[in-house]
């Protein structure tokens, strides 16, 4: 089973417009990652918060983390085409990140 | 400095067969984790080796089977091979902390079809 669910599943949008995906979990985490995947290919590392952070920031991503109801946001400002991709959220429990746990992902559709 | 890599990219195979996938860790890295991925789907995790040894594992039967190496290489094997079982086949890599600070990095996969 997964533990994080992310909504919507398919999301198609404007070039220049923001794209906000949601996840939500489970259990409690020891931290909340996202993740980009292009066309079936492997899984890119965009941006971790761990569950005593709220907010973070890198570049055009803005991720939010809310522990007490279990849930996370990514937020990408002004899109762009090359942003086509399947996102993914994905918790760790414990430490050493062994049983790192995905959703199912939601599809962007950026039209230029 | 070379990423995780996987082999073969591309793979098909008949029912009952078995089958071995192979995955080259980053450099630096000594743990590595396989995920299966269906297609439209999440992926799945499948098991984690550290030390050479399962640290831990999903749901998954007892026909998927792994193994790492003393350089940290690992192995993904799969027996009597079942028409569900085609999917993607990944490979992350990652350092026993660095999953908690840097996350995975993932190989391009392996496709897996069974007939």
């Known amino acids: 089973s997964q533990q994080g669910e992310e909504d919507p599943q398919a999301l198609s949008i404007q070039e220049g417009e923001n794209a906000t995906m949601n996840c939500s979990y489970k259990t409690s985490i020891n931290n909340l990652q996202w993740y980009r995947q292009n066309s079936g290919r492997g899984l890119v590392h965009l941006i971790l918060?761990?569950?005593?952070?709220r907010e973070k920031h890198s570049g055009r991503l803005r991720v939010t983390l809310d522990t007490s109801k279990k849930s996370s946001s990514l937020l990408i400002t002004a899109s762009r085409a090359a942003d086509t991709a399947s996102y993914f959220c994905?918790?760790?429990?414990?430490?050493?990140?062994?049983?790192?746990?995905f959703g199912a992902g939601t599809r962007l559709f950026v039209k230029a | 400095d070379a990423g995780v890599t996987q082999s073969p990219t591309h793979l098909i195979k008949t029912r009952g067969q078995q089958v071995t996938l192979r995955c080259s860790p980053k450099s630096g890295h000594d743990t590595v984790s396989w995920y299966q991925q269906a297609l439209g789907q999440g992926p799945q995790f499948i098991f984690q080796?550290?030390?050479?040894?399962?640290?831990q594992r999903g749901n998954f039967p007892d026909r998927f089977s792994g193994h790492q190496f003393p350089n940290y290489s690992s192995e993904l094997n799969v027996n009597a091979l079942l028409l569900g079982d085609s999917a993607l086949y990944l490979c992350?890599?990652?350092?026993?902390?660095?999953?908690?600070?840097?996350?995975?990095?993932f190989g391009s996969g392996t496709r897996l079809t069974v007939v």
């Open positions: 992350a890599s990652s350092t026993p902390l660095g999953t908690g600070t840097y996350g995975y990095t």
């Open positions: 918060i761990r569950s005593n952070e």
């Open positions: 994905a918790t760790v429990r414990g430490t050493g990140g062994f049983k790192t746990i």
């Open positions: 080796y550290y030390e050479e040894e399962e640290r």
